[in-house]
Structure formats: C-alpha cells, structure tokens
C-alpha cells in the first residue's frame, strides 16, 4: 500500500465530520496564513481553525516569493482577504542549505541550474522580517497594513512574533 493509499483510506473513514463552512470560497475570518510546508505545522489545531476561516498558503520555508505574492494577490483582489500572517519555523529545512550549494547540486544532477531562488536562511527572525516586508511594499496588494510575522517554536508549540 503506497502513502497515497493510506491518505485515501483515512479520508473515506472521516467522512463529513470536518467542522466548518463550505458554502463560499471567501474566508470568513478575511485572513491569509502563509508558511512553510514543514509536517509538524498544522495549521488548523495551531490556529483552532474551522474550514472555511482562512486561506493557507504553503511553501518551503514559509517565505514570500513571486508566486505568494501572486496567491495573497488573487485572495485580497477576488476573495476577500484583508490580513496577511506569516509564520516560519525554528529547525527548519531551508535553513540548512545554501542558495549556490542546492543550485550546484541540482545542475549538477540534471545539467539545468534552477531560475528560481532557493530562498535559504540562516536566522529565520530575519526570514520572517523580509517576508513581512516584501508584503508591505507590494504594489500587487491593496491591504498591507495588517501583515504579521511570527516563528513557530516546532519543539515547545509556542509562537512568538518578530518585531
């Protein structure tokens, strides 16, 4: 039996018992939650969320790139979001590699180097900070005065806002 099967096999035994509107694609509660992809954040039991109160966004290391940008742009512009909280991570994977190393490793294994930014970190306080700020200063997004920063202590649960 494979992962997916197991996914599948649990969703079929939850049936419909997942609290929450469905009725809208608008978030009720007006907020983007942007972080990383990192299993041991659950976003829903971190934040008490029901479905249908947020949006939740997911990326390697919970940074804000082009194309979170264009994701909070379509959730502000057509869905009705009015705030922005990210959160990042202590122990996270990005900041274990380096931009020029994954590159090299990647063209390395497949003779392309990546057009992207890998986005690696060392202080994920800082990591947090520009990601705030590239909220703040884009022209693509009409509600930027309500972004908050935040890293999730993955060992203790505790979330503690940056400054």
């Known amino acids: 039996m494979t992962s997916i099967d197991v996914l599948l096999k649990r969703n079929q ?5 997942t609290p929450g509107d469905r009725s809208s694609p608008k978030p009720s509660l007006q907020v983007a939650i942007l972080t990383c992809m990192d299993a041991r954040i659950r976003v829903f039991e971190l934040f008490g969320l029901l479905q249908g109160e947020s949006h939740v966004l997911r990326n390697a290391g919970g940074v804000v790139t082009d194309d979170m940008i264009r994701s909070l742009a379509l959730s502000q512009r057509k ?3 009015r705030e922005v909280l990210i959160v990042q991570h202590t122990e996270c994977g990005l900041s274990m590699v380096t931009e020029d190393d994954f590159k090299d ?10 057009t992207w930014s890998v986005e690696a970190f060392r202080n994920v306080e800082n990591s947090v900070r520009t990601s705030v ?4 200063r884009s022209a693509y997004l009409p509600h ?19 400054e």
């Open 133 to 136: 700020e590239r909220v703040r």
């Open 144 to 162: 930027t005065e309500n972004v908050r920063g935040f890293v999730y202590d993955v060992k203790t649960g505790k979330l503690t806002e940056v």
């Open 105 to 114: 490793e990647l063209e390395s294994d497949t003779g392309l180097r990546p």
């Open 79 to 81: 869905l009705g979001t």
């Open 13 to 17: 035994e939850l049936g419909e018992v």
